[in-house]
Nanobody, 124 residues
Framework: QVQLVESGGGLVQAGDSLRLSCAAS????????MGWFRQAPGKEREFVSA???????RYLDSLKGRFTMSRDNAKNTVYLQMNSLKPEDTAVYYC??????????????????WGQGTQVTVSS
């Protein structure tokens, strides 16, 4: 069982930066692929980024260069650094963990564990 707790969301202005954190419980964290997804009001949940156990990352193409995902296995934590934020980045951001797998995926259905989400609001 893995429990995930996100933090770091908030209200910012366009062009600002935020860093989201996701703290995970469980001994197998360091071998587990992790992901970030987001869901804006009235829209489907959308893949943002993912990271393997050894920090190989993948991103939604439109976010490359602005968002950076990283992990600290010693702290059981993954991060999402978001720069040059835009109003269209406004969403609830969710951290997710795969079960027993170190390979990443862009599909939310491949992730077994989810955090409660953290709200990011970007004003224009």
């Amino acid at each position: 069982q893995v429990q995930l707790v996100e933090s770091g969301g908030g209200l910012v202005q366009a062009g600002d930066s935020l860093r989201l954190s996701c703290a995970a419980s469980g001994r197998a964290f360091m071998w587990t692929a992790m992901g970030w997804f987001r869901q804006a009001p009235g829209k489907e949940r959308e893949f943002v980024s993912a990271i393997t156990w050894n920090s190989i990352t993948r991103y939604l193409d439109s976010l490359k260069g602005r968002f950076t995902m990283s992990r600290d296995n010693a702290k059981n934590t993954v991060y999402l650094q978001m720069n040059s934020l835009k109003p269209e980045d406004t969403a609830v951001y969710y951290c997710a963990a795969k079960q027993g797998s170190s390979s990443t995926s862009t599909f939310s259905s491949d992730y077994a564990y989810w955090g409660q989400g953290t709200q990011v609001t970007v004003s224009s």
